[in-house]
C-alpha cells in the first residue's frame, strides 16, 4: 500500500474508532443496527485467514533454505514466545498485588457460566492434544489455526527435501501469498466503517454509555488493574524492539493501522492479514514475517496471559483466599504455558483462565462476575499479543542470516 494512502487510511480508522465509541455511547442499543457492517468486515478479513496462513507459513519455512536451519528460527522463535509471555505474567502478578482489586468486594455465590462449566475438566494433555488434528478440513471450519500451522510446517520442511520436484509446489504458494496480501490490502479500504460499526454495536449491546459505566463500576479496580499492567508491558516491548532491533517510533506508527484493527475485531487471528502487511511495510524480512506471525497470532498471547494471572489473583482476593508464594509461582507456569498452548482451542482466553483456576483450586463461580467487562479488555489485551507478534518478527528478522541458502 503506497505511503500516503496508507496514512489516510490511517486517519480514517482513528476516526472510526473515535465515533464508534461515540455512537455506541449515546445512541446504546439503536446503534445494533449498523452490527452487519462490522459482522462483514469481520468475515471478509476470516476469510482471508486459512489460505493466508498456509501460503506464508509454507513458502516462509521453504525460504530458509536448508531445513536444518529450521531448528535455530523455532529455536528463537519460541524463546521469545516464552520470555515475553512469562514477563507479562509476572507483570499481571506484579500489579495485582500492588493494587489488591478483588479486596473488599463479595462475589457471592451464582451459578457457573455454562462456557466455564463446559471447559472445567480441561487441561494441559488437552492443549497438547489440540497441536495435531486428524482432520485438517474440519480444524480449518472451526477456525483451529495451531494444527494446520503444524502441518504447514511439516509439509513445507518436506518440500524443501524433494529438490526440483518441490519447486512447482512451492511457487503455487507464493502465488497464493501475494495474492491474499492483495486482497486484504483490498478489503482494509472497508477498516474504517467496519471498525466503526463493531465498536459502536458492541457498545450498543450493552446499553450504551451509563450501562457500561454500571458494569466497570462493580469492578473497577480490577479493569485498572489489567489496563496498567498492558500499559506497562506494552514498553517492555517497545524497549525490546528499541535495544535488540535498533528499530524506533517509525516502526510502531506504521503498526497502528494493525493495533486499532485488533482493538476493534478482538481477534488477533483476524488481524493477522493486516498485522502481516503491516509489517512488510516496516521493512522486515518476509522469512521473518511469513514464519513468526502467523504462529504468533494463535501461541503469543502475552495479553491474555496476563489478564489469566490478574484475573486470577482478582478471584482468590474476591472470595478472601490468600495465595502464597507457592500458589502464584504455580499461576505464574501454568498462565504461561496455557497461553502459549491454548489459542487451537475455541474460547482459548476462557480456557486458559480455567485450566489457572484449577490449578490452584479457584472456585470457577467468580468468572461470572469478569464476563460482564470481559469484551472490553479483551480489545486491549488483543492489541498486545498483536504488538507482541509485531516485535516478535522484528527480532527474529534481526538474527536471519543475509542468505537464506
Known sequence: MPHRTALILLGLIIVGVIAGVLAGWYAGPRMEAVAWLGALFLNALKMTIIPLILSAVITGVASLGDVRKLGRVGTITIGYYACTTAIAVAIGLLMVNLIQPGSGISLGEGPIPEGVAAKGEMGIDDILLSLVSPNLVNAAAEG????????????????????????????????????????????????????????????????????????????????????????????????????????????????????????????????????????????????????????????????????????????????????????????????????????????????????????????????????AVDWFLDRFRTSINVWGDSVGAAVLARFLPNNPS
Open 144 to 371: 483451529q489455526l495451531l494444527p494446520l500451522i503444524v502441518f504447514a510446517i511439516l509439509f513445507s520442511a518436506t518440500l524443501t527435501t524433494l529438490g526440483d520436484k518441490g519447486q512447482p509446489v512451492l511457487a503455487f504458494f507464493e502465488g497464493v501469498n501475494e495474492a491474499m496480501m492483495k486482497l486484504v490490502v483490498w478489503i482494509m479500504y472497508l477498516a474504517p466503517v467496519g471498525i466503526f460499526a463493531l465498536i459502536a454495536a458492541r457498545l450498543g449491546q450493552t446499553g450504551g454509555g451509563e450501562a457500561f459505566l454500571g458494569e466497570v463500576s462493580a469492578v473497577g479496580w480490577h479493569v485498572v488493574t489489567v489496563l496498567s499492567g498492558l500499559a506497562l508491558h506494552f514498553g517492555v516491548l517497545l524497549l525490546i524492539l528499541f535495544f535488540i532491533t535498533g528499530r524506533g517510533w517509525d516502526y510502531l506508527f506504521t503498526m497502528l493501522r494493525a493495533l486499532l484493527t485488533a482493538f476493534g475485531t478482538a481477534s488477533s487471528s483476524a488481524t493477522l492479514p493486516l498485522t502481516m502487511e503491516c509489517v512488510r511495510e516496516n521493512g522486515i524480512d518476509p522469512r521473518a514475517v511469513r514464519f513468526v506471525l502467523p504462529l504468533g497470532s494463535t501461541i503469543n498471547m502475552d495479553g491474555t496471559a496476563l489478564y489469566e494471572s490478574a484475573a486470577a489473583m482478582f478471584i482468590a482476593q474476591a472470595y478472601g483466599i490468600s495465595l502464597g508464594l507457592e500458589q502464584q509461582a504455580l499461576i505464574f507456569v501454568t498462565a504461561t504455558l496455557a497461553a502459549i498452548g491454548a489459542a487451537g482451542i475455541p474460547e482459548a482466553g476462557l480456557v486458559t483462565l480455567v485450566i489457572v483456576l484449577n490449578a490452584v483450586g479457584l472456585p470457577l463461580e467468580g468468572v461470572g462476575l469478569l464476563l
